[in-house]
């Protein structure tokens, strides 16, 4: 007769259940990577989307409004509502564009470079901990491949 174990699998049967589907093992560590991230952003004060805004502006420099949603994938009317939270913050600054009154210019501020450096910190300590097992090249592999998952539908 055969045995099973505690999660019902027989003796010498491969575990063929959800947590060996690879989309689940995304999900999970996804999850638990999402939850960890969300705390150290906390600690520096700025939501992912805060975050990611800032990033964005700390590269580009300046650049419309209409633009940075763009890169950000992200919908107008919750673009405004990040931006209104960073400008209110010191974080970011907007003026209308001189070539086209209908635009703002949205730049990053001094203010917003410091709570940018403090998320850079908090997000690479976790990266640290969490991927701490893996050499730098399987670091860099793993970048590679997650970067050419679709993500969008």
């Known amino acids: 007769m055969p045995v099973t174990d505690d999660r019902g699998v027989r003796d010498g049967e491969a575990c063929s259940g959800a947590e060996d589907r690879l989309g689940f093992l995304l999900a999970r560590h996804g999850q638990v990577m999402n939850a960890r991230l969300r705390q150290a952003l906390a600690c520096s004060g700025l939501s992912p989307r805060q975050g990611a805004a800032l990033s964005r502006l700390s590269a580009a420099g300046s650049v419309t409004q209409q633009a940075l949603g763009e890169a950000l994938a992200v919908d107008a009317s919750a673009l405004v509502a990040v931006l209104n939270d960073l400008e209110g913050q010191g974080r970011v600054a907007r003026r209308r564009d001189p070539a086209d009154r209908r635009r ?18 908090a997000v690479g300590s976790v990266e640290r901990e969490v991927l701490g097992d893996l050499e730098p090249e399987e670091i860099a592999q793993l970048h590679a491949l997650l970067a050419r998952v679709r993500s969008t539908g």
């Open 104 to 121: 703002h210019i949205v730049e990053i501020t001094p203010a917003g470079e410091q709570a940018l450096a403090a998320m850079d910190a």
